[in-house]
């Protein structure tokens, strides 16, 4: 089962990798594989379902995909319990994204907020893919 479970999370993974903008060292992209694995197994989300979600295909996701992506920002350390840790998307996507441009895009983002912690981490991926700064 874990085989499987790590199987799938580097083909949802591997899209991530290969559609986004930012450039991950090798280290970056192995805890990404870590945490998507860990996630899709707790959170009991569908391969499709993160793939959607990865992708921006944000209609008809249901709440355990809501909540994988929930899982991974929180081992990224984007959020805390629900909370956008500022600090942390500075050191993380700044240099890649570009500090000018993340302030604007968390001054637009960082205030928006769900019903729950899975809700609030889908508005917050959603905003942040629209703006071109996703989280992975």
Do not use: W
Not at 22 to 37: G, V, W
């Amino acid at each position: 089962m874990k085989f499987a479970v790590a199987f799938v999370a580097l083909i949802v993974c591997g899209i991530a990798y290969g559609q986004q903008h930012l450039n991950l060292t090798e280290e970056q992209k192995l805890k990404a594989l870590k945490y998507s694995a860990e996630c899709l197994e707790t959170e009991k989300s569908t391969t499709d379902a993160a793939k959607a979600l990865i992708k921006g295909q944000f209609e008809g996701l249901d709440k355990n995909a809501k909540c994988f992506g929930n899982c991974f920002l929180e081992k990224a350390g984007f959020l805390v319990d629900g909370v956008v840790q500022p600090a942390v998307l500075s050191e993380k996507l700044g240099p890649n994204v570009g500090q000018d441009k993340l302030d604007v895009i968390m001054s637009k983002c960082n205030s928006l907020k769900g019903s729950d912690n899975c809700e609030t981490a889908f508005v917050l991926y959603q905003c942040y893919y629209r703006e071109h700064a996703a989280f992975f």
